[in-house]
C-alpha cells in the first residue's frame, strides 16, 4: 500500500469531484423537466403523442449512455448543417455533449418513474378536486404533481445514485471528472488499488449524502 | 448500406462477431455473477453479524462506485494481481490476461451486487411457513433448498433478474475502454478509418436495441414458464 500515493492523490481527485458534481447537477436539473414532460405525454390519450413518448424512453433505455455520449459527441458534429448553426457552440464542447446525452438518459428514467407515480394517485383525489370545484388545470399542479412526486421519491433516489455513476463515462469524451483523473492517476502511477480506493471512497461517500438526503425529504414529506 | 456488406468492403462481418462478442461477454459476466450472488446471499442472510458486514460491504461498494472505475481497477490491477500471486510460488515472468477475461469479471462482479440484492429479496419473500413445512416433512437442508425454496424463488427472481441481464447487457458496452472488440470497439474502429461515426454509433445503438428486444421476448417465455400453477 501506497499511503503516500493516496495523500497526494485526494486533492485531485476532489478537485475533480466539482466536475462531476456539476455535470450531475446540471443533468438532473434538465433531465427532471424533460422526464415531466415526456410522463405528461405518456398520459396523453392521443396514440400517437402516446407512442412518441414511449419511443424515447424505450430507445434511451435501451441503449448503453456510452452509445447515446458518442452519437452526440462524436455523431452530430459529422453533420455539416450543425456546423453553420449556432448549436455548434453548444455541440463543439464535450462538457455540454456529456450533459445532453445525460440529460436525454435521466430524462428517460425519470418520465418512467413519474408516469408510474401518475398512475397510482388514486381516482378518489382527483374526484374529491373536483367536486371540491376546483378547476382541472390546478388539479393537476396543485394536486397530482405533489403527491407523483412525494409517490416517485424512493424510486428518484435510485436515479440520482445510478446517473452520478454515469457521469463517470463523461471520462471518455475527455473530460476531467472523477473518474477520468483517477484513470489518469491510475496509467501514470500503475497503483490501481490505492487509487480506487480514494476514488471510489469519494463515490461511495456521495452515494451515502444522496441516500440519506432522499431518506430524510421521504420522512418530510410523507402523508402520515 | 454498402458500408455493412459483409466481406472485405463492408463492417457487416465484424459487427456480427463483435453481437456475438458482446453476447459472449454478457453470457459468461451474468454467469459470473450468479456465482458471486450464491457466496454472498447466504452471507446476507446470515445470522451473524460479521458474515452480513461482509455481504453488505460488498454489495454497496459495488452498487455505489461507477462501473468505469471497477473496469479500470481490473484492467490496470487484474494483471499485477495475478503476477503477485504467480510471485509466490516463484514465478516472475510477465503475464497478461486476455481483455475477455478481465472484461467479463469485472462486469461480473458488478452483476454479481445486483443479483445478490434479487435473490435477498427473492428468499425473503418466500413464506416462512414453507421452510417450517419442509422441516416437518423431515426433508434436509439440501432438498430443502433445492426442491422447495428454488422454484419459488426462481418465480419470484426472474422479473428482477431481467433487469439484471439488461443492466450486464448494456455494462459490457464499457469493457470497450479495455480494447475487448464487441460492438462499441467495433463501431469506433469502423467510425474512425470511415469518418462515419453518426452511422456506426447509430447502427450499435440498434445493436442494442435489438439484443434487449430479443432477450425480453425469452424471458417474459421463461416468466411464463416458472408462473405455471400461479
Known amino acids: 500500500m501506497d499511503f503516500d500515493l493516496m495523500i497526494t492523490s485526494l486533492p485531485k481527485l476532489l478537485g475533480a469531484t466539482v466536475v462531476t458534481l456539476k455535470l450531475l447537477s446540471a443533468s438532473l436539473f434538465f433531465g427532471l423537466f424533460l422526464g415531466l414532460f415526456f410522463a405528461i405525454l405518456r398520459l396523453n390519450k392521443n396514440i400517437f403523442i402516446n407512442k412518441f413518448a414511449y419511443g424515447y424512453s424505450y430507445i434511451f433505455r435501451g441503449t448503453p449512455l456510452l452509445v447515446q455520449i458518442f452519437i452526440i459527441y462524436f455523431g452530430l458534429g459529422q453533420i455539416e448543417y450543425l456546423r453553420t448553426t449556432f448549436l455548434w457552440l453548444i455541440l463543439k464542447e464535450p462538457y455540454w455533449c456529456a450533459i445532453i446525452a445525460f440529460t436525454l438518459n435521466t430524462g428517460a428514467y425519470t418520465s418512467e418513474i413519474l408516469r408510474s407515480a401518475f398512475q397510482t394517485i388514486k381516482p378518489g383525489i382527483i374526484e374529491a378536486g373536483k367536486s371540491l370545484g376546483i378547476s382541472n388545470k390546478i388539479i393537476f399542479y396543485k394536486i397530482q404533481i405533489p403527491i407523483a412526486i412525494r409517490q416517485s421519491l424512493p424510486a428518484y433516489g435510485n436515479e440520482i445514485i445510478l446517473m452520478m455513476k454515469g457521469t463517470s463515462l463523461a471520462s471518455t469524451v475527455t473530460l476531467m471528472d472523477l473518474t477520468g483523473v483517477a484513470k489518469y492517476i491510475i496509467s501514470t502511477t500503475f497503483k490501481p488499488i490505492e487509487v480506487f480506493i480514494v476514488a471510489g471512497g469519494i463515490y461511495l461517500f456521495m452515494t451515502f449524502i444522496i441516500h440519506n438526503l432522499i431518506k430524510f425529504l421521504e420522512k418530510k414529506y410523507s402523508f402520515q | ?230
Do not use: C, H
Open chain 2, 1 to 230: 448500406m454498402e458500408l455493412l456488406a459483409f466481406g472485405k468492403t463492408g463492417w457487416g462481418d465484424e459487427l456480427f462477431y463483435a453481437t456475438l462478442m458482446t453476447i459472449a461477454v454478457s453470457i459468461t459476466a451474468m454467469l459470473i455473477g450468479f456465482f458471486f450472488a450464491l457466496i454472498f446471499t447466504p452471507l446476507k442472510l446470515s445470522k451473524y453479524k460479521t458474515l452480513n458486514l461482509v455481504g453488505n460491504f460488498y454489495t454497496t461498494v459495488i452498487r455505489g462506485v461507477p462501473e468505469l472505475l471497477v473496469i479500470y481497477l481490473f484492467f490496470f490491477g487484474g494483471s499485477g494481481a495475478i503476477m503477485y500471486v504467480a510471485s509466490i510460488f516463484g514465478y516472475y515472468e510477465y503475464i497478461e490476461i486476455n481483455a475477455f477475461i478481465t472484461g467479463s469479471m469485472a462486469i461480473g462482479i458488478i452483476s454479481g451486487a445486483y443479483s445478490t440484492e434479487v435473490f435477498r429479496g427473492a428468499i425473503q419473500s418466500i413464506d416462512k411457513g414453507q421452510f417450517e413445512a419442509a422441516k416437518v416433512l423431515g426433508i434436509n437442508k439440501f432438498g430443502q433448498f433445492y426442491k422447495i425454496i428454488l422454484p419459488q424463488m426462481l418465480r419470484l427472481a426472474i422479473p428482477n433478474l431481467s433487469n439484471v441481464w439488461q443492466i450486464t447487457l448494456k455494462d459490457t458496452s464499457l469493457i470497450s475502454v479495455t480494447g475487448l472488440v464487441e460492438i462499441m470497439r467495433q463501431s469506433y474502429i469502423a467510425a474512425g478509418s470511415t469518418r462515419d461515426p453518426l452511422f456506426f454509433y447509430s447502427f450499435a445503438a440498434v445493436l442494442y436495441l435489438l439484443l434487449t428486444y430479443v432477450s425480453m421476448k425469452l424471458i417474459n417465455k421463461l416468466e411464463v414458464k416458472y408462473s405455471r400453477g400461479y
